[in-house]
């Protein structure tokens, strides 16, 4: 031993021991095993971190038998000192475009110091996919209000263009309800009969204008009581049994209705409708009406109580709402071919 080497070991032997006296243990943070679910494709940034003395070593391990994958990087080792004179590190690990090689494998962060080491595993896992992401989320919930608001439209369209539907799904069907019911008419027309000029056009209505749509157009059969009944006779016993032979009751409105002759069909009608529930009253509201107080109470015990509106100009066409309403009302019958043939008028029962 010379004479340079001495103070060399001395110092040596000095910094050591009061190392030793204030060294600590080093720790890492955090627990020893990590499970970090992540998705293919994406980033991660494994931070691994501890508390240690000036000299200790924080690093990390992780298998590279292919060679070293170069989308692993470790990036600088960060460290601030602690009031108490030991050192704050971290060291982060950044794993990009995470392939399927980096999944279940360990990347470990040891601490080493002359003490001894600790290390921390890190093991990527794949991100449960049962947790829906954000973004399909989103959207499902679109396509799920989309979805609701067709079908609002759809039942709002079904509503508004229920006639159409049902007479198109009867035209489809060629749905005849009036085969078997033993019925002879499809509709007696109630209106009113004294025929003095305020009422004519009404009465022009009534004989004229719904036989030669619902008879020669649609193939229905009508009883018109000035028509098809001969005069003479009991006129009240004809009419109920007319009436029992119709399967609806179309009553034309007027301000002046209520004629004790129409009364009584009203009334018979009524009776067949409430309680027998034989027939169907179809209201119809020749001239506007402003007040139904003269129509009897029961009337309105009927549930499908509705009043077509005949509006002159537009109610002319075959295809008018009016006529639309009309059939839909009216039972459900198989339009007969040739409409145009010459009018044939129904022949009354001689019961
Ligand atoms: C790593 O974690 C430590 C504490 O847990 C924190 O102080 C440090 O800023 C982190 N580093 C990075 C890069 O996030
Ligand atoms: C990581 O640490 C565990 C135990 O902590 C060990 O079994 C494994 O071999 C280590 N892997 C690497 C790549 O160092
Ligand atoms: C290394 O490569 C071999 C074949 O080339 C493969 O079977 C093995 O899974 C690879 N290991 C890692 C950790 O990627």
Not at 133 to 147: C, E
Not at 175 to 191: C, H, I, M, P
Not at 274 to 291: C, G, S, W, Y
Request: charged letters at 25%.
């Amino acid at each position: 031993m010379n004479c340079r080497e001495l103070p060399l070991t001395l110092w040596v032997l000095i910094s050591v021991s009061t190392a030793d006296r204030s060294n600590i243990v080093p720790v890492l943070l955090g627990p020893k095993l990590n499970h970090v679910a992540v998705e293919l494709g994406k980033n991660v940034r494994l931070n691994c971190s501890a508390l240690l003395n000036e000299e200790d070593v924080i690093y990390w391990m992780f298998g590279e038998e292919n060679g070293s994958d170069p989308n692993i990087h470790e990036e600088k080792e960060m460290r601030i000192m602690t009031p108490e004179g030991k050192w704050h590190a971290s060291k982060v690990l950044r794993i990009e475009n995470i392939g399927e090689s980096n999944l279940n494998v360990l990347y470990n962060c040891t601490v080493a110091s002359t003490g001894g080491t600790d290390t921390k595993s890190f093991i990527l896992v794949r991100k449960d996919m049962a947790d829906i992401p954000g973004h399909v989320f989103t959207r499902g919930m679109i396509i799920a209000v989309l979805i609701l608001v067709a079908v609002v439209c759809l039942v709002t369209v079904c509503v508004i263009y229920r006639v159409d539907l049902v007479l198109f799904y009867r035209h489809l069907t060629r749905r005849d309800e009036t085969l078997t019911d033993g019925k002879t008419y499809d509709a007696f027309v109630s209106y009113l009969k004294e025929c003095r000029p305020e009422n004519g056009e009404e009465h022009t209505f009534a004989v004229e204008i719904l036989p030669r749509v619902l008879e020669k157009h649609f193939g229905y059969k009508l009883c018109i009581f000035e028509r098809d009944v001969v005069p003479g006779g009991a006129v009240v016993d004809e009419i109920h049994s007319l009436i029992e032979k119709s399967r609806r009751l179309i009553i034309v409105l007027s301000k002046s209705y209520m004629s004790n002759e129409v009364r009584y069909e009203l009334e018979s009608g009524l009776h067949e409708a409430l309680v027998e529930r034989k027939i169907k009253i179809i209201l119809i509201e020749f001239t506007p009406v402003t007040d139904f107080t003269f129509l009897p109470q029961s009337l309105k015990l009927l549930k499908s109580h509705r009043v077509l509106k005949w509006k002159a100009d537009k109610s002319l066409s075959y295809n008018s709402r009016f006529w639309k309403n009309l059939l839909y009302l009216m039972p459900a019958k198989t339009v007969k071919p040739g409409r145009d043939e010459p009018e044939v008028l129904p022949v009354l029962s001689e019961s």
